[in-house]
C-alpha cells in the first residue's frame, strides 16, 4: 500500500533528525567549533515536537482511546525536551550537569527517540485510516509549516497540548528566536541551509514545482 503524504513526511522528519544527530553523538562535539552541529539538532527536534503537539495531537485526541495516546505522547515529549535540555547544558558547560557523561545523555536520548517515532509512525498510521485523502495531505501540509514557525529550544514544563500550549509555543518562539540571535546560536552563516525549507520533499508535499538546480 502506498504510504500517505503524513507518513513520508513524518519518515523524512525522523530520518534528518538523526542525521542531525549523527554528529552530535561524537565525543568532540563539544568543541566550540563544532557546537553548531548539536545546536542544529537540538533546534530541529524541539521545532518538530512543538509542530506535532500544536497540528497532530488534536486530530489524534479524536482517535479511539485518543486521551491515553496523547497522554503517552506528551509524556515522551517532556522526558525528550528535558534530555535535549540536558545536552545543550553539558555542551556549554552547565555546572549543574557535568556529573552527567555525554554517553548516558545519549542512551537515554536514543531510546526516546525511538519510542517518539515508534508513537508517530502508529498515530499516523491511524489518522490515514480514518480520514480522507484531502484530509491527511492539509494535515501534512499544516505540520511542515507549524514547523517553520515552532520554538527552536525545549521548554518541558510549559503547557504541550490545547490552546494554552499552542499559545506556550507562540510566545517561546519570539523568545527563543531573541536569545538565538544574541547568542549568534542555532544557524551559523557557514552551515547549509534548513533541512526542510525548499527541500525536494518539501515540494513534492506542497505540489510545488522544484527549482531546476534542486532537481538534479
Known sequence: MTASTLEVALGYE????REL??????????LPHRRHETD???????????AAEDVLLPKVRRL????YLVSAYVGNAKQLERSLRFLKARQYGDSRVLHLRADEVWRVLDRQLDEHE????????????????EEVSALTERLLSAEEVAPT????????TGMAGRLAHRMWRVADTAWDSAEGRVVPTNY???????????HYLRGAKIPEDQGS
Open 14 to 17: 525522523h530520518g534528518k533528525i
Open 64 to 67: 479511539p482511546d485518543g486521551r
Open 192 to 202: 547549509h541551509a534548513h533541512p526542510k525549507r525548499d527541500s525536494a520533499l518539501s
Open 40 to 50: 542544529w539538532f537540538y533546534a530541529i527536534a524541539a521545532q518538530h515536537l512543538a
Open 118 to 133: 515508534r508513537m508517530e509512525t502508529e498515530y499516523s498510521r491511524q489518522l490515514c485510516d480514518t480520514l480522507g485523502g
Open 153 to 160: 529550544r525545549a521548554h518541558p514544563f510549559s503547557p504541550h
Open 21 to 30: 544527530a549523527g554528529p552530535a553523538h561524537e565525543p568532540d562535539a563539544s
